[in-house]
């Protein structure tokens, strides 16, 4: 992985952050998937912000940024809003970036059921004490799942759960190439 | 018979009197994209994705009639952009979730989502709470992906000689109703021709979820349509 | 009970021959006896019509005056349309919740009074106004709304509630309503004498080709809005071959602002019910039915009885005016609450004994209608104007009016003017001249033809009303100034919401759609890509939807857009980049915040 001193030295390399919200990584595992293309890639741009090299926040601008997951909590919607600040280009990777996927299952669930069910009441639950937990240091959830285009502007989409490796590497090398994305029609999918 | 001439993109081709804009273009290898026509039964007119522009005025390809000299536009850029939007009004009205339904790949308002190449719906989801009923012991209907085409209804009463569904209220109330107070009251049966005719995974076989790997499903490969259109190449 | 049940629906669906196309009266007569059609109401008619209970249950779900569940024994229906509203809705709506201690939508406790909304009644020009059963109450203040209620709690009887009767036959005993006609202008061709049976007269002498040759000499429109050629329509149906053809009179007068025909059906039955009679004989029908809408059931009685004295004078029946081969009888189709209704094909389906869903076009009603035979639809206006034209000539009537459309129009005027009413005026006349009419109070917009027109600002005034400019089935609402025309815009779009019949999706989604960017804008939430959005869907909805109501619904959003841009320019800016201005985090974080006791750290 390219480091952020090697980026400070080139600075004409454009730079590519991304992040998991509420999403399960599935993306980010597919992101890997590009195989050795990575190493093509590592070569004209440089990671920034991203779990893939663990920079945990932005040293500059970026060029392209990566969202997997949507917005579940306060976290995750003030990562986003930083997101947006920071990065010219903002994709939505994955189902649950796009229309919240998975965790969206619970947005026609009040709030309080959702906590209630996972940790007081659902079968094989061990909660002795009968709270819920509430740590300063946990982000207070949503009320509600929201696509990350609910939450800020969105300039790309690339679905699927996860989607195809190759509609990945797709939408970057054009998005890099400065032109229109166009993912192959075996590699649009929403599952 | 008497044949009649009209134009689609241009194109000449014939059909027979009293034939749909839709089936006449197939005869041809000409795909209209469509979702609650189906086989042979009386068209609804309902989803309005095989809007065409006919005669300068937008009708639905499964309703309107041919005839002599009609001028049809079918593959255009306006007919795309108002195909696109009516399939994300579907998805957006519903709660469709691909990722996990056993429709997906054989799902045919998703395969012609893949077919326009929509990558994220242009309209925010409006997440309507929605029933399941798994009260039928073989098959049950989930009202989260029912896109109210109506093949149901037809199918039941025209195929079935049963009465199984019926749409209840109106408008945005509008919704999938069996004949009793769930699934399982009615005389509904697993070998129904209902069962294999909803576009979407509303009506569903139980326990034959996930049979077809992933990439050979219906629509992996080549787009819906494609056996058609084959035909004109 | 449930004999009882058993008794009554038979008894009920035997005074309609067990016959499902007459599901409406089954399941209004059903209501009429229990105040609502239970499951087991619905499993018995599906059972005795050879139906299925989710068929019946299709039907009465559809209208929105039928119901499910148990009513009270008293429903207030209290009107929400726009020109309520401005005449002071709120506070009279207000004043019933409190005096019933119950919110709209709401039945007191002991199952007496049930509260609820309606859109137009069709008594725009003697608004608030409000159905209490069939009963209509006018001019409400929300004093007056307390001493209903106050009375209506006493006796429950909505018709005590009529104390003082309104002018002309509203006082028939058979009528006896508050109601006024408020006919502010009389013209030739409706509020002149008539004498009944003297078109028909004049008609029967004639072959039916002459008679519709003269109808297409007058050049008489459809005066529902459409404008088609009635002539052409009729000898389109005539010509089709069939056993038996029908003529249906369009009385579901359902546009916004639109009021005429209740009066038209109230002083000039006879002269409508023998214009249809004129068109049955033109076109070789038997049978009329008129779709009256369910807001107007106070004047079932009084129109049934005209129907009876008609037939009793020989002008209805057999052997119509000693015809050997003429005969022709008119039933009165009672509707329940569905706007859509008065759209041609949903009407048809409506009289059937369907849900009131539009049907696929073609094949059009003179082709292929009422059970599936050649039918001609008209409006009630349509046919007082047919018989006049046989009683006097098409020359005389081709005089009055514009060059290109000829005769006379009836408007419904209401608003913010000073005389509120029905008007007679021959065509061409200017929206201006019909604003000085009616003594308009500072006009800013009127909306010609109802919110399925476009809103026209002072700049349009000048234009004539005629199909070639400003067209109209009869509307005529004015704003003044002062009035919050994006506000009316949003208003006028939730009722086609309401409305849809749902069938078809731009119509059934893209409103909600539309409806939630007109909402964003409105509140200061837009963009100037949200302007241009909402004008894109339009389009959409107006180009795919699939029958006049969602090929109309857009217009108050786009007559806004063109005729007061400035008003949604004014409203919209851009954004910097950031958070979205439709995402609120506070609001967002609201559920949690109380549940686990802190603040949020990033509001």
């Known amino acids: 992985m390219t480091s952020s001193q090697e980026a400070t030295n080139h600075p004409e390399k454009p730079r590519i952050a991304t992040v998991s919200l509420a999403g399960c990584f599935g993306c980010h595992m597919s992101i890997l998937d590009i195989d050795e293309r990575i190493l093509a890639l590592a070569e004209i741009v440089d990671f920034a912000r991203s779990p893939i090299n663990d920079y945990k926040t932005f040293d500059g601008r970026c060029t392209v940024g990566i969202i997997e997951g949507g917005c579940c909590n306060e976290e995750n919607v003030h990562v986003l809003e930083d997101f947006r600040k920071n990065c010219d280009v903002l994709v939505s990777l994955g189902d649950c970036a796009i229309n919240g996927g998975i965790p969206a299952m619970r947005n026609n669930i009040p709030l309080r059921e959702c906590l209630e069910e996972a940790y007081l009441k659902s079968p094989g639950v061990y909660n002795p004490s009968g709270t819920i937990p509430n740590d300063e240091e946990l982000p207070l959830l949503l009320n509600r799942v929201y696509p990350c285009n609910e939450v800020v502007k969105i300039d790309h989409f690339i679905p699927g759960c996860p989607p195809p490796a190759d509609a990945i590497f797709e939408v970057l090398s054009a998005l890099l190439a400065g032109r229109t994305p166009a993912i192959a029609y075996g590699d649009l999918k929403y599952d | 018979m008497k044949h009649i001439e009209f134009t689609i993109d241009g194109k000449t081709m014939t059909a027979k009197p009293g034939q749909t804009i839709l089936k006449a273009a197939e005869a041809h290898g000409v795909y209209i994209p469509h979702l609650c026509a189906y086989k042979d039964l009386i068209p609804h007119g309902s989803c309005r994705v095989c809007s065409v522009r006919c005669n300068g005025r937008i009708q639905a390809a499964c309703v309107q009639t ?89 199918v039941s009463q025209d195929l079935d000689n049963k009465n199984c569904f019926q749409f209840v209220g109106r408008g945005h109330r509008k919704r999938l109703k069996v004949n009793g107070e769930a699934l399982a009251e009615t005389d509904l049966r697993v070998t129904d021709a209902v069962v294999a005719s909803c576009p979407v995974g509303a009506l569903m076989k139980k326990r034959v979820g996930y049979a077809i790997p992933i990439g050979e499903r219906h629509f992996d490969q080549q787009p819906i349509g494609h056996a058609i259109e084959e035909k004109n190449s | 009970m449930k004999q009882a049940l058993a008794t009554v629906v038979q008894e009920i669906c035997k005074k309609y021959d067990f016959d499902k196309q007459r599901m409406m009266d089954i399941v209004l007569g059903v209501q009429g006896r229990f105040g609502c059609i239970s499951v087991e109401a619905m499993d018995l008619i599906a059972e005795m019509v050879g139906s299925h209970r989710v068929e019946v249950e299709s039907v009465v779900t559809f209208y929105s005056f039928l119901s499910l569940k148990p009513q009270g024994k008293v429903v207030i229906r209290l009107c929400d349309d726009i020109v309520d509203w401005m005449k002071g809705y709120d506070a009279v709506a207000d004043a019933m919740s409190k005096a019933l201690g119950i919110t709209m939508g709401e039945t007191t406790s002991d199952g007496a009074i049930t509260l609820t909304k309606t859109p137009c009644i069709g008594m725009s020009d003697q608004a608030p106004a409000a159905l209490v059963n069939d009963v209509v109450v006018t001019n409400l203040s929300p004093e007056r709304a307390q001493d209903l209620i106050h009375n209506l709690r006493r006796h429950l009887d909505p018709q005590q509630l009529v104390t003082t009767v309104g002018d002309g036959n509203h006082s028939h005993p058979l009528i006896r309503s508050m109601v006024r006609n408020n006919i502010r202008r009389r013209g030739p061709v409706h509020f002149a004498d008539f004498e009944a049976g003297q078109a028909l007269k004049a008609t029967l002498a004639m072959d039916p080709e002459a008679v519709i040759a003269t109808i297409r000499a007058s050049r008489l429109r459809g005066r529902g809005g459409a404008g088609f050629a009635t002539g052409l329509k009729w000898e389109l149906c005539r010509n089709t071959p069939s056993d038996r053809r029908y003529v249906l009179c369009n009385a579901d007068e359902g546009e916004p602002g639109t009021f005429k025909d209740r009066v038209l059906l109230t002083e000039c039955a006879a002269q409508v019910f023998e214009g249809m009679t004129i068109a049955g004989y033109a076109i070789g029908a038997d049978t009329g039915i008129v779709y009256l809408r369910g807001e107007y059931a106070y004047l079932r009685p009084y129109l049934e009885q005209v129907l009876e004295e008609r037939r009793a004078n020989g002008l209805l029946g057999r052997q119509i005016q000693g015809h050997p081969s003429f005969h022709f009888d008119i039933r009165i189709q009672m509707g329940a ?198 004008r894109r869907l339009s389009n959409i909805i107006i180009q795919t939807s699939r029958c006049g109501l969602g090929q109309a619904a857009p217009n108050p959003v786009l007559g806004a857009l063109e005729n007061f841009s400035a008003l949604y320019t004014d409203l919209v800016s851009e954004r910097s980049p950031g958070l979205l201005s439709t995402f609120d985090l506070s609001r967002a974080v609201v559920d949690a915040e109380l549940r686990v006791g802190r603040q949020s750290k990033y509001v």
């Open chain 2, 66 to 154: 041919v005839s002599e000299g009609m001028i049809v536009e079918n593959d255009t850029p306006e007919i795309h952009e108002f195909r696109k939007a009516i399939l994300d009004m579907l998805f957006v009205e519903g709660n469709h979730f691909c990722m996990f339904c056993e429709k997906s790949g054989q799902c045919e308002l998703q395969a012609l989502a893949y077919r326009f190449g929509i990558t994220a719906p242009q309209f925010p989801l409006l997440e309507p709470e929605r029933e399941l009923d798994m009260s039928h012991p073989d098959v049950y209907l989930d009202h989260n992906r029912c896109i109210l085409c109506g093949r149901c209804v037809r």
């Open chain 3, 337 to 534: 609450g569905a706007y859509v209704c008065g759209e041609e094909t949903a009407l048809i389906s409506s009289c059937e004994g369907h849900r009131g869903d539009p049907k696929n076009r073609p094949p059009f009603p003179p082709q292929c209608g009422y059970l599936d035979r050649p039918t001609i639809v008209n409006n009630v206006e349509s046919f007082s104007a047919a018989a006049r034209i046989m009683l006097k000539g098409a020359p005389w009537f081709e005089a009055i009016g514009s060059e290109r459309t000829t005769g006379t129009k009836l408007l419904s005027v209401s608003g913010d003017c000073r005389k509120p009413g029905v008007y007679e005026v021959p065509f061409g006349i200017s929206a201006r001249e019909v604003l000085e009419l009616a003594e308009a109070d500072n006009p800013g917009a009127v909306l010609i033809g109802g919110p399925c027109r476009q809103m026209l600002g002072p700049d349009r005034f000048s234009g004539r009303i005629c199909y070639d400019d400003l067209a109209t089935g009869g509307a005529f609402i004015i704003f003044n100034r002062a009035r919050n025309k994006l506000a009316i815009a949003e208003r006028y779009l939730d009722f086609f919401i309401d409305e849809s019949c749902g069938h078809c999706t731009p119509c059934r989604v893209g409103l909600q759609l539309l409806k939630n960017l007109v909402h964003k804008v409105v509140t200061g939430a837009g963009e100037p890509s949200d302007l241009a959005e909402m």
